[in-house]
């Protein structure tokens, strides 16, 4: 008998602080040996505690995309953010201005609009942003479309007084590295030989993460999801199962009929957001068991080819497809570490979204 | 460590995305903002709706998840206490002084069991059965707090999720229930909730016909057993008009229509147009943050600010562009003339109300281009 069923109220958020730190040390021993620094992506987590774990492990500091997320991080004593993400209006540039004050600070941008905003709310600021210009070498969201464009921005930001021009980012899609690799470095002399130096080259994602040594160049990497993986993970081939540090605990509440169980958790919990999967997650009791459907507040699990048969008031533990954003639909997760649980740790940047 | 725990001061663009007073332009965003004067509206609609028809309306709380919304529906929409779908949820809505409460779902862990009790000892609680044995636990948690709680029993009437099946099942379940200490058998809950969102209106109405005709048939047996139904609850926002014109149903538990998303307006009326009686009030609010392809404009709402497990969001007021896609914090906007600039501001249509607000902290509610209240979600994430 363990002390993970059966002693908390359901549906809850459970991670397994062994496997997430077995995560973050192994891929920190991977970025070590191939020579490229780790810049985790808090996303994922949103907790201090792990990004300070993730810091320890060697970690050169921390990714996050909301000022707010990246102040939380800051009063928690992390002393080095790179937020990839285009900051755009008076409110949210002043605040960014403040916070420079507090950590080492660096920003993405892809327009001059955006330079522009950087730079007026820099202008007089005791120590010059960071700035890295985000490219779209294929992912199709936000970035420059191609090297000259990259240049132009590139000498813009190194004109600007309050602003320092310091690499290339991008977020790649899962495709062959190589081909991400030849469009930075592509774009990366073309900068060196406007007489810029182009810092950092860095590229992220949790999907092609033991590809990073691919990106011809590349000098750090932004891994979010690889902390806590989820089924999307095993379902690449990213991962197994048994590195999955999040499961969602969840009570069967009806047993309408043979073939069909009902649960206490649904959208409100393990979100909408399927990320192509067949189901709404992994049943670790009965991988054969299907969560075909869910409502907000139920799960209705298929039975049709599974012997299992649960009873009302069973618990059981999903792997969600995606665990990003089940993170961010709970004030606080159970800490555990195997059978033995620890205590709760406050989301203490959910819904940190500004 | 203020900015830590997001219950300290408030902080704009922190823990708070606007301030009272503010201009609607400058609501940090993302942000859930309420056009007040149509919430107010659709308010009073079903509040005009249940007087005309003598029925009687207590409104799904599961939508909104705010004690001021809850009062609001109760004061000035005539609606007779609240739904809760979850004991946490009702917890915290009783705290701020709601004093009529239904948990349209079972309650099994003995915790929960215990906890619902108790709160039984402050408001009036009702809640759903569809399982013998949870009789027995409820019974015995109602001896130990000393208090009567309120069974409805489940039925299935067509939805496939919980309830057990209409007629004799009930019925059996209705007689333990009227058989047992501290508990009071009050009625049937009979909720079709894949019929909502059916969008054909003869569709829609025939699987409430079916539903009325199984919950009929299933008050006959319970009156021929000396057992009468002082609720008999169901509907939503897309076929309350069926359930009360039934002359079976005399609860109403509507949620959606206070402030209406894109699935629901894509459900039809009779004259095969969208439904129309209720207007868009709530809006997700979001600025542009890049917009590096002539056709295509990146704006700061991804899926952290909403559910799209009825569909992506619609932008409200605009077909010039649309809404084709999301990651975690960026939706992608096709925009096809290129006449989006950086920072501009959108307001989307929820593709699902319910689980988007779910996702947020606070209402920002907004009349004549000003920021008028904000009102927290009390019961967000309050999922136990």
Redesign the interface.
Known sequence: MTTIYGQR????VLVDFDVAEANIDKFATYCKSKGIASRPHI?THKL?VLAHRQVTAGAIGITC????EA??MA??GIKDILIT??I??E??LK?LLELSARCELSVVA??K??IEGLAQAFASADKPLDVLV?C?TGA??????NAE?AVELATIINDKPGLMFNGLMTYPLNVDQSEIGDWLVDAKQKIEMTGVSCGQISSGGSPNMWRAHEVEGVTEHRAGTYVYYDYSMVSYGVCEITDCALTVMA?I??R?TDD?A?I??G???L???QLGQKGFGHILEAPDAWLKE?????G?IDLCNTNWQPK??DQIRIIPNHA??VS????AIWVHRGDDVIGQE?V?AR???? | ??????HTTPV????I?AEIGMAEE?I???ALIVDLDAFENNVKLMGNFINKNGIRHRAHA?THKSADIARYQIEQGGACGICC??VSEAEALVAEGITDVMIS??V??P??IDRLTALAVQARVIVCI??A??IDALSAAAGTHNVEIECLVEI?CGA?????RPGLPAVQLAKKIASSKGLIFSGLQAYH?PAQHVHDYSDRKAKIDEAASKVSETVDLLNAEGLSCEIIGGAGTGTYYFESASNVYNELQCGSYIFMDADYQRVLDEEQNYISEFENSLFIYT???????PD?A?C?AG???Q???SGLPVVFGRDDITYLRC????G?IADPKGVL???DKLKLIPG?C??TC????WYVGVRNGKVECLWPITAR?M??
């Open positions: 109220e359901t549906p809850c996303k201090p995309q909301k000022i707010s102040e939380v009063d928690a993400y285009n755009v209006g409110a949210k605040r892809d327009s609009t955006v985000e779209d199709g969201r936000c970035g420059v479309q464009q009570t509440v009806s309408p069909r009902i206490d958790a959208t409100k919990i979100t909408s957001d869910l409502n907000e507040e139920h209705i009302i008031g990003c954003v961010n639909m709970v004030d406050p203490a819904g940190h979204v500004w | 460590m203020n900015a830590i725990n997001k704009v663009g922190l823990n995305p400058d940090c965003t993302p599961k779908q979850k779902n079972q099994v862990d915790r929960k569809d399982d044995g949870n299935d496939g999720r919980c309830g057990v909730g600025s542009i943050m890049s917009h590096t392809k295509i990146i700061d899926l952290k600010v559910s799209v497990d990651a975690d914090e960026h992608v600039k950086l920072n699902h319910d689980p779910n996702a947020h902290d994430g999922g136990l």
